[in-house]
């Protein structure tokens, strides 16, 4: 063999060495075996993040020659992992680094967690990526997913990205079906950026910064939710093409303006359209007149003039109609009168002055929800509201309504809503109020309402929320109110069936409804916005949230507040009958006597009982509540010894018991009362404090460092996440707990 030869020979058999090398790598990259290996490598990773809470990937057996009936994760017919499933499981810190080491990953859902950080450049190298499902989490950083063109379903809703999206749209748009960003900071004009995505059906950009004008080519979509952004301009003729296959039109919340144009009417299959808080101006175009699916239709918060075209009563499908906040003034409008499909009318904040009758609204035969809250009307409550067949919720707060209540009210038995606060209301409570055994709020308060609390109104055993606060109610608090909210369930589950129960979730209602002092809402009222409003109107009225972390899920919450009247005589130890009473205020009345012991018995949040005239010993009994957070027992007269057992309220964030001279004992300086200052135990001569806390050393004597102020401040706000991270769970189904999640921990963060 010549020397040519053999050198070839040599190459030869170099070239084929390292072609079954390299086939034998690529064998062993891309093969079950290696796919189980890399979904141990997660298994190890995530459980040495997650040391105490983990999911259904805990469960994975090792032992297992095949991967694929592990929990979560979905293979091909040869046995490839072709999906993984770790929603809702209790993850925490980063993503996992090698999710491309599963050549075949199509589909990857890791929503519904605490995942933090930014995502790994290695998840662009997951190629064959259909679907990818970031939400719920805590995720950071500027998006960059340009590898995954593949992909038919991206939502990264619920995070904290921020920047433009440019450089991701329109390079991942070849196959893009459904984009969720929503609820993020991102930012940046979105114009021409899905102008190359040729299948794309759902996109929702709500809840971010996004501005500029909106982008050209929506009506190509079936739903375009552009709501909560910085968007600007107008809408033209153009703007809805003939061929425009849009079901679901969200705009709320933004800065469009101008007349908006008729030819919406080009949209035929939509249901939902809103124009919420914009600044549109001009008449309502008559288009909408033509959408024949229409079902919910919201116009408020805009400048729309008030005459309202009637080819809008063509929509023979309507169900939902908001024209609140347009200031029209005058009369209501006769043209409401002729939208016998509705089954909520809101029309709040207008100005109005009269017209409740004459506009015929009160004789819609399927009307369900009316709010008239926020207007004008004076004079008596129309008593032909009792003849409204379909009544459910009825809001006519904050008007200039006076005399009395009327009887009839009494007769209007599906009732489950009542809100006549902020009027001028006098005369007492009619006793007729006890036939409505559906009632879920009655709303009385700031009025002028006098006499006693009628003992018939322990017969409403839906009745959870009960507010009579600011009037002038005198005599007793009746044993029977222990009735109230007995048994809600046969109420709850009717509106369980109901696919389509109230809307209302105004957040004007809402935060009415439901205290700040109550300490999962004293934060989110700044978060509200008119979707998640929505949301937690309909969960409360289906019996879900609310729900304290020691109520079980079949529990609802309630709430009793007769604050600021002039009640007297001792509370009714039949209080402690109250299974879901959690919120009591009995605040500034001329109550006396001992607190009943019983009232230890309720599964309390917050219990306000200040400025009345209590006397006797601090019942011993309250410092078995397990979830109390906010006990204010001052300006009383009690006495005897400070107990001891409050120092078990673990979860207790606030505290007075300033003002109750006859009280005597020593504070001391550990436990849950050591995290309360002085201004706790103003005005209580007879209490003192353990030297420790008297006569601090000169270590911590003067002015307390950040650190030590922080302390019970940090511990205060763990206690509070915790219930906070429960509450949602149960309101929301996990729907909002990252957004409000992130939030607190951002400011535990600066603590």
Known sequence: MSEEEASLSCHFLLILSLILITGQAITAKDSPQNDKKVLLQLKHFLQNNNLIYRGSYAQWNESETSPCNWLGIGCSADGRVTHVDLSASSISGAIFPSFSLLTELAYLDLSANTIGGRIPSD????????????????????????????????????????????????????????????????????????????????????????????????????????????????????SFRSDCGLEILELSTNSFDGVFPDSIANCSKLNHVS??????????????????????????????????????????KLVFLDVGENNFGGEIQQIFGNFTTLRNLVLHTNQYTSGMESSGILKLPHLAGLDLSYNNFTGNLPVQINYMPSLKYLILAYNNFNGSIPP??????????????????????????????????????????TGEIPPEIGNCSSLLWLNLTNNRLT????????????????????????SLIAGFGDCLAVKRWIPDSYPPFSFVYVLMTRKNCQIIWGQLLKGHGLLPKFLN?????????????????EVP?????????????????????????????????????SSNSFSGPIPPELGGIQCLQKLDLSCNNFSGEFPESLNRLTDLSKFNVSFNPLLSGVIPVTGQMATFDNDSFLGDPLISFSDARANPSPKTDGPISGHQKDSPRRGAFYVFLSLTVSFFLGLLGGFLVTFFLKKMIKIILRL
């Open 275 to 316: 124009l919420w808080e914009n600044s549109f101006t001009g008449r309502v175009p008559s288009g909408i007149g033509s959408l024949s699916q229409l079902e919910i239709l919201i116009l408020g918060k805009n400048s729309f003039d008030r005459d309202i075209p009637s080819e809008l009563l063509n929509c023979s």
């Open 475 to 498: 005599g007793k608090i009746p044993p029977e109110i222990s009735g109230i909210g007995g048994d809600p369930v046969p109420t709850i589950e009717t509106n369980r069936r109901d």
């Open 123 to 238: 998840l662009n190298n997951c190629v064959n990526l259909r679907y990818l499902n970031l939400s719920l989490n805590l995720l950071d950083g500027e998006l960059n997913l340009t590898g995954l063109n593949k992909l038919e379903t991206l939502d990264l809703g619920m995070n904290q990205f921020f920047g433009e999206i440019r450089s991701n749209f329109p390079a991942i748009c070849q196959n893009l079906v459904t984009l969720n960003i929503s609820t993020n900071n991102l930012t940046g004009e979105i114009t021409g950026c899905f102008d190359q995505c040729p299948k794309l059906q759902y996109l929702d950009l709500r809840l971010n910064q996004f501005y500029g004008e909106i982008w050209d080519g929506f009506s190509k979509l079936r739903e375009f939710v552009a709501s909560d952004n910085n968007f600007t301009g107008e809408f033209f003729a153009e």
């Open 553 to 569: 899920s079949n529990s609802p919450l309630q709430l009793l507040a007769i604050s600021g009247n002039q009640l007297s005589g």
């Open 408 to 449: 009839e009210y009494g007769n209007i038995t599906g009732l489950q809503a009542l809100d006549l606060s902020f009027n001028e209301l006098t005369g007492s409570i009619p006793p007729t109020i006890g036939n409505l055994k559906s009632l879920l709020w009655l709303m009385l308060d700031n009025n002028s309402l």
């Open 573 to 609: 130890p039949e209080i402690g009958r109250m299974r879901n009473l959690s919120l009591v205020y009995l605040n500034l009345n001329r109550l006396s006597g001992r607190l009943p012991p019983e009232i230890a018995r309720l599964p309390l949040i917050v219990l306000n009982v």
